[in-house]
Each structure stands twice: as C-alpha cells, then as structure tokens.
C-alpha cells in the first residue's frame, strides 16, 4: 500500500490549490481515505475523509465550506480541492489510507 501526495505550493489568501494523492497496491474501494495536514510546531489535524465507497466525506468546522475531497477509483487518485485559503492553512499536508499506511506530504504557503 504506497500514498503520494502532490500538488502543493505558494499561494496568496484566497487562492485555490488542488492536491492529488495518487495511491498503489490497493483499491479505493477497499479503504476509507483521510487528508492531514501538520503546521510548524502544531499537531496533527484531520482535514478531510472519504469513505470507501464514495458515499460519505467529513470534514472539521476549519475547513468545511472551502474544502472538497473527491476520488477517481480508476484512476486511484483522491483529491483535495481547496478554496478560498487562508494562512492559517499553511501547512505540510499529507494523504492515508485506514490501513495505516501515509505517504509523504506536500507542502502548501498561503501567503501573500
């Protein structure tokens, strides 16, 4: 079970970003899939789920509103859309599977 998330970068307040976790060694449809996200000298949070079937996604009251996650299965890619970003969205964010396995993460600045 391999994770690689992508798609990271610099962008100033407001913007939009789109991170692709493009997934190996497994179904989407095997297992339910999170976005993270981990800030300097901050813990871990949670930012969005899928479950595997598609059919239910969370999200925490920081980012609901502005964040989307979707996934292709035949692709086997999850993404993450986010809009209307805010600094206190910089962070290294990084995708995983309930198996427990992580990929290593991307790095997304909002500033301006």
């Known amino acids: 079970v391999q994770l690689q998330a992508s798609g990271g970068g610099l962008v100033q307040p407001g913007g939009s970003l789109r991170l692709s976790c493009a997934t190996s060694g497994f179904s989407l449809d095997e297992y339910d899939i999170g976005w993270f996200r981990q800030a300097p000298g901050k813990g871990r949070e949670g930012v969005s789920c899928i479950s595997s079937s598609g059919g239910i996604t969370y999200y925490p009251d920081s980012v609901r509103g502005r964040f989307t996650i979707s996934k292709d299965n035949s692709k086997h890619i999850v993404y993450l859309q986010m809009n209307n970003l805010k600094p206190e969205d910089t962070a290294v964010y990084y995708c995983?599977?309930?198996?427990?396995?992580r990929g290593q993460g991307t790095l997304v600045t909002v500033s301006s």
């Open positions: 995983a599977a309930a198996s427990g396995s």
